[in-house]
């Protein structure tokens, strides 16, 4: 059974992007969301093996939609996806639960890497 991915990412081109590596790589994209909201609702419904948090986004940004999933689900599996330069947010999100994170533009191997370690548990 694929493992299910929910992408998080306020860039259409990002959203391909990275369901272009996860599918031809064995997962399911079950859900895209462009905002925090949209992500937190979608968790809910879908309850994905994993979750990819862009950090910053309109409406809700990454650091408060992953405080708000985890809170509803502690077990939940979320990369943050960053551009450079934004350290201190990284380490936020880290503190507040996010598992890993990958950075923009996104690296095929690093964002597998990531994934496969996260949903090997």
Do not use: H, W
């Not at 990819?52 to 405080?67: C, H, N, Q, S």
């Not at 990369?79 to 923009?104: H, L, P, R, W, Y």
Request: glycine letters at 4%.
């Amino acid at each position: 059974m694929a493992k299910r991915i929910l992408i998080t990412d306020d860039a259409l081109f990002m959203r391909v992007t990275l369901k272009n590596i996860l599918t031809q790589n064995g997962f399911e994209v079950c859900g895209e969301a462009s905002n925090g909201v949209e992500a937190v609702k979608l968790y809910s419904e879908l309850k994905p093996d994993l979750v990819t948090m862009d950090i910053t986004m309109p409406e809700m940004d990454g650091l408060e939609a992953l405080k708000q999933i985890r809170s509803s689900d502690p077990n939940a599996v979320i990369v943050m996806c960053t551009a450079m330069g934004q350290k201190n947010m990284v380490v936020e999100a880290i503190q507040s639960g996010a598992k890993d994170f990958i950075v923009k533009p996104f690296q095929p191997d690093r964002v597998l890497e990531a994934v496969n370690k996260l949903l090997a548990a």
